[in-house]
């Protein structure tokens, strides 16, 4: 009797949970899904997990096919060789095929008092810690929001229509991923709601007290509630087990995303550098690729050639508040356009993608294989061909 194929997900995200469920199409195939929590985590609703408006927790049950194995455990290192994974209650769990999808988390912020003295929000823990220490403050209390990408601009929009003081400190620019008109619409409902706005060179954090901000033009903030959402990170886990990575640690691999080291070990999501170019970091990028990443562990187990990955993107989604939002369009290649829908529209419109992304998730453990993902962004071959002519140009 021909055994099973094992093949086994690290990461219960929205990459490794449509992996897991897509790799479920064949019957020979043993999936289990490895998590440090025993809940899916809504990502994209954490500043609302940190404002008390919603939990972003839902059952697994309701996102993954009924086929695949959960172990709630931490991986702690990834043996190649022998195809074993140790887990951090001393265990070990073998493998045929392994799909990569760590995710990411909160970066090191690398700026004195910053990471003994600001909150995270990358994770649920930390958007909860974060949601007690807010609830503790007096709503007199100064909140400083360090970030002026999406994660910034939603958690300080949140707190501010709870009616707390809110400062956001962009240190570059105010949503640098908007097109300008997007950017004006997004700076109008700060306002609004009375969030204080410091941008430009000049506005850097170089140190975090425990009750100030410190920027690069010598100002001092007050800040009794400091959050820090500069950036992410992702595990460590590829390159503490010997494996090629990026210069951030995301595992190295080819467009159709297996490990240039391992063909048996294919990424997924925020922690996946195709070809060394990286997709943005995000939900949109991680449903398209965690079905790719499981159709090419399907192709190696059937004995064909792997597809190169197809993704695309529609633009970015950012809530002001409960009622209000900015829907930035985009052209495939992930870059804005001109068009975007703003107001209660813009708020609408990312509720309904918040609640129709656990729906998608959910539609592929019903029916693993049926959906697929956005038209091919044809730029990227361009960006890979001069990536190849730029090598060949070095040798």
């Known amino acids: ?38 809940t899916f985590v809504e ?62 988390g909160s ?34 209390a100064a909140v400083t929001v360090v970030g002026g990408g999406a994660s910034g601009i939603e ?11 809110v400062t956001l400190v962009c240190g570059g620019g105010l ?37 100030a901000v410190r920027l690069a033009d010598g100002r001092e903030l007050p800040s009794q509630v400091t959050i820090w959402t500069a950036g992410f990170g992702v595990p460590d886990l590829a390159t503490r087990s ?4 990026d210069a951030l640690g995301r595992l190295l691999t080819d467009e159709t995303l ?10 997924a999501g925020d922690s996946a550098a195709p070809s060394d170019l990286p997709f943005r970091m995000g939900c949109q990028s991680a449903v398209q690729l965690g079905p790719q990443a499981a159709e090419t562990v399907l192709s190696r187990i059937a004995g064909e050639q792997p597809a190169p990955i197809d993704v695309g993107f529609a633009g ?35 509720e309904l993608i918040c609640r129709s992304t656990v729906w998608q998730l959910g539609y592929e453990a019903r029916k693993p294989g049926v959906r697929t993902w956005w038209a091919k962004d044809d730029k990227r071959q361009e960006l890979l061909l001069a990536k190849r002519d730029e090598a060949l140009a070095t040798r």
């Not at 090191?108 to 807010?134: H, K, M, N, Q, T």
């Not at 809530?319 to 495939?332: D, I, T």
Request: include cysteine; charged fraction near 25%.
């Open 316 to 350: 970015q989604c950012i809530s002001l508040g409960r009622r209000f939002g900015v829907f930035q369009v985009s052209h495939k290649d992930d870059t804005a356009k001109k068009l975007y829908l703003g107001g209660r529209p813009g708020a609408k419109l990312k």
């Open 242 to 245: 010997g494996l090629s990575t």
């Open 1 to 38: 009797m021909t055994r099973n194929t094992k093949v086994v997900v690290i990461g219960g995200g929205y990459s490794g949970v449509m992996a897991a469920s897509r790799l479920t199409r064949r019957d020979d195939v043993t999936v289990t899904l490895i998590n440090p929590r025993a």
């Open 258 to 267: 297996t490990s240039v080291d391992d063909e048996r070990i294919v990424a």
């Open 43 to 104: 990502r994209i609703r954490l500043h609302q997990v940190a404002g008390g408006s919603h939990d972003a927790v839902v059952e697994y049950r309701k996102v993954l096919a009924e086929g695949v194995g959960l172990v709630v455990d931490t991986v702690t290192r990834i043996d190649a060789a022998e195809r074993s994974l140790t887990l951090a209650n001393g265990g070990t769990v073998d493998y045929d095929y392994l799909v990569y999808a760590v995710g990411s």
């Open 175 to 211: 949503g640098p991923y908007l097109h300008p008109r997007g950017r004006r619409s997004v700076a109008k409902r700060l306002a609004e709601l009375g969030v204080t706005v410091v941008e430009g060179p000049d506005a850097k954090v170089t140190a975090v007290t425990r009750d």
């Open 155 to 165: 958690t300080a929009a949140e707190l501010a229509e709870s009616g707390r003081t």
């Open 107 to 140: 970066a090191d912020p690398r700026v004195p008092g910053a990471a003994e003295f600001a909150y995270p929000i990358a994770d649920l823990e930390e958007a909860e810690r974060l949601r007690s220490v807010v609830g503790a403050a007096p709503v007199s």
